[in-house]
């Protein structure tokens, strides 16, 4: 941990445990993200990594330990407030409003919207149209950004795998995030797709933006990561370079295979 | 409706009585009109909770039972016990406008005191907590004499307007303006709500919290204010039955039939579509009240299955509807941005 305290950390999570029932889903488990940087999270199905990701966005509360994002201590806060803090995540299988339009469902990741407070819808009509306005802006240059421009006025149900992968993508944007939580951003994507949503994870990271992602796929992990963690049963066992992770033996024993 | 039991020569039925036998039958429908206005209050408050925001509200009968109580007793002028009557809380000869405000305020208070505890659970249990807890406030409308005057209910209501000499056919009309007009303003006000941003973020709750949550939404905030409007909208429902009908009591008009009732006005009319609710709400009253009004018609052996048969009919027409049209009569609107 020396070497890595000089550079400020975007994320650090510390002794952090979860339970459920008597499984130790994630158990004593500490790691870090560096700022502006693309970090892989691997490992066997069931080590804890989809569980850890939803305590640092804060859908779960954690049994113990800490998480802070940045200067400030985030374990215990509402997953409102951490999104409103620049923390956003995705979901490994599409949590897309299905009954929604893409359109719709990027303008919802509008951040303090007057139209979105009852009071405003009355009293302040004026500021409810122009800032609706302008979030509709920004969606649509999102839009523009995720190739996904053409589908704007498509119900969400009625977009592919991949298609909903994007919007995943798309909408954690508009919350105009500094560290983004991506779970499985390429799974059943096909691989034009993939390369296309990594080339644009690539753009938006020399934009300042930091990614935390899992996933499954070695060839995304080896060449598109700059660091790799390892979890295995609830902890991080290794944690590196992907050359140095990829040979490290406990990392080969638990979950590359020989 | 003061029909003359003497069967009438035909000089009459031509004559000068036609007009009372007509605005008989407008009475009748006027009265079909306003207590399908009751029940698309009820429709589109549960519209709201449910069909937008998704939260299973199964105590419909409890908030309007609030609405209805509250208003009888702000608008009857005092009634102490008497000699065959029990008496009730006040009342307090208030004018109407102001028992439709605090009728709304009462249901929807205890609806956003409701909504702390329970809106965070789940569907189901949501459901079987405001069930119970309907049923509770009905069992305490039934016992708590000194206030609701207990089963024999609260009577005479006064009529909107009186009229002079006392016209069933004018009382019925008022009653329908009234009703017509709330209803018109409501939909107004409703339409412009949950057009708004605010409505997507209800809808958002519906479709999935988490990812809500996860845009950055305060979901429980929405779902406590979707609970509380929908609540005061059944309750201002209770404030019209107790105007119309003007006599409550609690055993039947309050029972979970009534939540069920209101059910099914929302699936068959368009969950997450208020003109939906609206227009479930008189297609399924209109079955009841045709069925009463054909039993004067049907044959000997049909007249008293023909309530069961118009259970058959709403039955048969909810599984047909929920096979081959799940989303309603009108169904949710696609929403176009620009």
Same mark, same amino acid.
């Given at each position: 941990m020396t070497e890595r305290s000089e550079a400020p950390l975007i994320l650090r999570v510390q002794d952090v445990r979860k339970s459920f029932g008597g499984i130790r889903a994630v158990d004593d488990c500490s790691l870090a993200v560096s700022p502006q940087s693309v970090t892989g999270l691997i490992g066997p199905n069931g080590a804890g990594k989809s569980t850890l990701f939803n305590l640092i966005a804060g859908l779960y509360r954690p049994d113990g330990g800490e998480i802070w994002f940045g200067d400030t201590r985030i374990d215990g806060l509402p997953p409102f407030e951490i999104v409103h803090l620049g923390l956003t995540k995705t979901w490994q299988i599409p949590h897309e409003l299905r009954n929604m339009t893409v359109l719709e469902n990027l303008v919802l990741g509008s951040k303090h919207n007057a139209g979105e407070h009852l009071t405003n819808l009355f009293f302040q009509p004026g500021l409810v149209r122009r800032d609706e306005k302008r979030w509709r802006q920004r969606a649509r240059e999102v839009l523009r950004l995720t190739q996904l421009d053409a589908l &704007?006025?498509?119900? &969400?149900? &009625?977009?592919?795998g991949g298609q909903k992968k994007l919007l995943e993508l798309a909408r954690a944007l508009m919350t105009d995030p500094t560290l983004v939580l991506l779970d499985e951003p390429v799974a059943g994507v096909n691989p034009t797709l993939a390369g296309n949503l990594m080339d644009l994870i690539e753009k938006l990271r020399r934009d300042g933006r930091t990614f935390f992602l899992i996933e499954h796929d070695m060839n995304v992990v080896m060449n598109r990561c700059d660091r790799v963690i390892v979890m295995h049963q609830g902890r991080t066992i290794a944690d590196g370079t992907p050359a140095s992770v990829k040979a490290n033996p406990v990392v080969i024993e638990s979950y590359l295979g020989g | 409706m003061g029909v003359p039991a003497r069967p009438r020569t035909r000089n009459e039925r031509a004559g000068a009585d036609r007009t009372a036998i007509d605005t008989g039958i407008l009475t009748n429908v006027g009265f079909y009109v306003y207590v399908s206005i009751v029940f698309a209050l009820l429709a589109l408050g549960f519209n709201l909770q449910w069909g937008y925001t998704g939260l299973f509200n199964a105590g419909i009968a409890g908030f309007f039972l609030i609405g209805a109580y509250t208003t009888a007793i702000a608008i009857t002028p005092p009634t102490p016990p008497s000699i065959g009557y029990p008496g009730h809380l006040g009342g307090f000869s208030l004018p109407l406008w102001l028992a439709a405000i605090l009728s709304m305020a009462a249901a929807g208070s205890v609806a956003a005191l409701v909504a702390l505890p329970t809106v965070r659970l789940r569907a189901d249990y949501l459901a079987i907590a405001t069930l119970a807890f309907a049923e509770v406030l009905r069992v305490v409308a039934i016992n708590w004499e000194s206030v609701t005057a207990g089963t024999i209910g609260i009577f005479p209501i006064p009529q909107p307007v009186e009229f002079n000499p006392p016209s069933a056919f004018l009382n019925a009309m008022v009653k329908v303006a009234i009703g017509a007009g709330v209803l018109l303003i409501l939909l107004v006000v409703l339409l412009f709500m949950t057009e708004s941003p605010w409505g997507r973020v209800l809808r958002a709750v519906r479709e999935d919290e988490e990812a809500t949550m996860a845009l950055g939404k305060n979901t429980f905030l929405y779902k406590l204010q979707a609970f509380a409007i929908g609540g005061a909208l059944m309750g201002l429902a209770g404030w019209l039955f107790t105007i119309t009908i003007n006599y409550i009591e609690p055993s039947g008009s309050f029972a979970p039939a009534i939540t069920f009732s209101v059910w099914v006005m929302v699936i068959v009319g368009g969950a997450g579509n208020l003109r939906g609710a609206i227009v479930g709400a008189f297609a399924i009253y209109g079955l009841e009240w045709l069925s009463v009004q054909l039993k004067d018609y049907a044959p000997r052996e049909l007249k008293d299955t023909i309530f069961y048969i118009r259970l058959m009919i709403v039955g048969t027409l909810l599984i047909v509807l929920i096979i081959?049209?799940?989303?309603?009569?009108?169904r949710e609107k696609k929403r176009i941005l620009r």
């Open positions: &704007a006025n498509e119900h &969400a149900k &009625a977009l592919s | 081959y049209r799940p989303e309603g009569i009108l």
